[in-house]
């Protein structure tokens, strides 16, 4: 459960046909030292991109030779905006597609094993087994319960978002998703490509911290995170209207736990309110603003992080297509 529900739970074309022509003038917030609160972010952005950076290289590979279409950004340090040759071929480096099969093969059956959208593939129990036989009434809820949970699933994009991440999963070994609520849906879940997204585990190795560079247009940050929100140069491209709603720029995200940061004077700065034990934050990546685009805290994280195999306290997992790789490049230069 989330603080207050954000704008981009509401996001679509109705939510863009109610933002203004001309961005009203607001109050610059004091409330959080946004300058410190987001020179923590960047400077801890900086040291997740060192340590990814040996993953990347890997993961560049088995972008290549197995998935060239997923990982748009791996070949960069950041997403770059405004690049127009994204549709061009990209996997010239395949000469036999023997291992992307093999890979889609895969990631199909473990979809159709553990989360089939066709059959069910989980059952709602009490957790103590002497508490089984607690009459028809406590049935008919789980039941109940069980059913709409199926509803959502079915109803929104939950098992397009589960069939990529098994292939993320099985071709890069991490493959995270973020689960939003949603006002038409339910639920929306979304699929960082690898070369957007930081993680860094916690002391019981799991996945407890996610950060994320991705590139959106003006449209859809104003749609995302409305008019009002948006710093200075977004809203002058969007008073501008035609071709400069196309402009893309980078966006900023961290996930983290909701743990005090130091201010001036030694005091603590608290970007949420202290009873979340997560907190979500979205900006304008190297951009000046005076607030962030978005601000929120979570009872629990709002995504998952499956890893294929971890060693002791690494944030990414090594995967079955890493095992494969020598092979595959092989089969290529035979071909």
């Known amino acids: 459960m989330a603080e207050v529900a954000s704008l981009y739970e509401t996001a679509g074309a109705a939510q863009l046909a109610k933002q203004p022509a001309r961005a009203r003038p607001r109050a610059t917030e004091r409330n959080t030292p946004w300058a410190i609160t987001q020179g923590h972010m960047q400077a801890r952005l900086a040291m997740l991109t060192n340590w990814r950076f040996s993953w990347m290289q890997h993961w560049r590979l088995l972008e290549t030779y197995l998935l060239p279409r997923r990982g748009i950004f791996i070949n960069q340090t950041m997403p770059t905006p405004n690049t127009m040759n994204r549709g061009n071929p990209v996997n010239e480096a395949i000469l036999d597609p023997t291992g992307t099969q093999a890979m889609r093969i895969c990631a199909a059956g473990m979809m159709g094993g553990l989360m089939s959208p066709s059959r069910p593939w989980f059952k709602l129990k009490p957790a103590m087994a002497e508490r089984e036989s607690l ?6 809820w789980f039941e109940e319960v069980e059913d709409r949970m199926y509803q959502v699933m079915a109803r929104s994009n939950f098992y397009d978002s589960g069939a990529q991440m098994f292939e993320d999963l099985v071709t890069f070994g ?5 689960i939003y609520e ?3 849906d339910v639920i929306r879940c979304y699929n960082p490509c690898p070369g957007e997204y930081f993680a860094a585990s916690s002391s019981a190795f799991r996945v407890e911290t996610l950060y994320r560079l991705f590139v959106l247009t003006i449209s859809q940050t104003v749609e995302m995170f409305g008019l009002e929100n948006c710093p ?3 809203q002058g491209l969007w008073q501008s209207k035609g071709g400069s709603l196309e402009t893309e720029i980078i966006i900023a995200h961290a996930i983290e736990p909701n743990f005090p940061i130091a ?4 005091s603590e700065i608290l970007i949420v309110p202290g009873d979340f034990p997560w907190r979500e934050v979205y900006w304008v990546y190297g951009g000046a603003s005076d607030r962030p685009l978005s601000k929120r805290g979570f009872k629990d994280p709002p995504f998952i992080c499956p890893r294929w195999a971890v060693t002791s306290n690494d944030a990414y997992g090594r995967s079955a297509a890493m095992d494969a790789l020598p092979d595959i490049i092989q089969l290529q230069v035979e071909t």
């Open 135 to 140: 009459g028809d009434e406590v049935e008919n």
């Open 263 to 266: 201010g001036v004077s030694a």
């Open 182 to 184: 949603d006002e038409k």
């Open 232 to 234: 200075p140069n977004v």
């Open 174 to 178: 991490t493959a995270p998703v973020i």
